[in-house]
């Protein structure tokens, strides 16, 4: 990868193997079936060209590191190549967000590459930048969760942070999430959290409750990080207000969260929402390119 992409991959939060890995699964699905037929049939092979990412709706941008590292992979210049929006930052319908010089059959091959993966992630940046906006004036942050598309987390995760959002654990073995399953099969929430610290004393350690009952299982056993599991807004205030009893516990709300009911739980005291909608069926940004000349 070029030492400028590579440096703006690194500044970004993200590992440049993973986005090699990426763009290069990507790309080969375009090319698996042969070169691109219909760039060499009608397009002499030196032809250069101006153009440039154009947004065709209002959002929040997130991708043009992403793109950068498309155009490296395909050999595009990138002294061609100019952000003119960072990711992070709001567009609007007719802007361009990257101006493209250089050669056809390169930019081409990289098109849908691109775009597919910018529009995806600028969706999820917009997305989750709807929710910050709905929670402004609170206390609470709202976080993703694993319901990520394979293969792309870290990049989802990304574009959740572009919105303004937090991220949650980015896999298995970041923090250890004591969920209903591990519950029932450790024998009781006491059992389970007992486990975790005995085997791994210095890890984030979350767990999550459905009833009250549960809720005061978690603070017996000394839990600094209280998820509660698809309670309505009436019952997470009653849990909140009986968790604030112990200094410094902190308390997610999950399942069943909509931006309608958004500020209303957020208003209950919880310290962050979870969504999992902001990467699992999110809708894509619509963004084009645009050939200038």
Aim: aromatic share 2%; with cysteine.
């Amino acid at each position: 990868m070029n030492a400028l992409v590579t440096d703006a991959v690194i500044a970004s939060g993200l590992e440049v193997a993973e986005l090699e890995r990426v763009v290069a699964t990507a790309l080969a699905e375009d090319l698996r079936y042969g070169p691109d037929l219909t760039s060499e049939a009608t397009i002499p092979a030196r032809s250069s060209t101006r153009a440039a990412v154009v947004a065709r709706q209002r959002g929040v941008l997130c991708g043009h590191v992403v793109a950068l590292a498309v155009l490296d992979a395909v050999d595009f210049p990138l002294e061609g190549a100019t952000a003119v929006r960072l990711d992070g930052t709001p567009i609007e319908p007719g802007e361009a967000v990257l101006a493209l010089d250089g050669p056809v059959h390169s930019l081409l091959l990289a098109e849908r590459t691109m775009l597919n993966l910018m529009t995806h992630l600028s969706g999820i940046a917009t997305a989750t930048e709807r929710w910050v906006r709905e929670l402004a004036g609170t206390t609470c942050e709202v976080r993703d969760t694993r319901k990520t598309t394979p293969g792309l987390r870290q990049l989802e995760k990304y574009a959740v942070r572009c919105g303004g959002g937090t991220n949650h654990r980015l896999g298995l073995g970041d923090a250890a999430l004591l969920k209903d399953n591990h519950i029932a099969a450790a024998g009781g929430i006491a059992r389970a959290v007992t486990a975790i610290r005995r085997e791994h004393p210095d890890v984030v350690l979350e767990v999550e409750c459905d009833t009250l009952d549960q809720v005061r299982e978690a603070l017996d056993a000394d839990c600094s990080l209280i998820m509660l599991d698809n309670m309505d807004t009436d019952a997470i205030a009653a849990a909140v207000e009986f968790i604030r009893r112990v200094p410094g516990v902190l308390v997610e709300a999950s399942g069943s969260m909509t931006l309608e009911r958004a500020r209303s739980v957020a208003q209950t005291g919880v310290d962050y929402i979870a969504v999992g909608s902001l990467t699992h069926s999110v809708t894509a940004l619509d963004l084009g390119l645009d050939v200038v000349s």
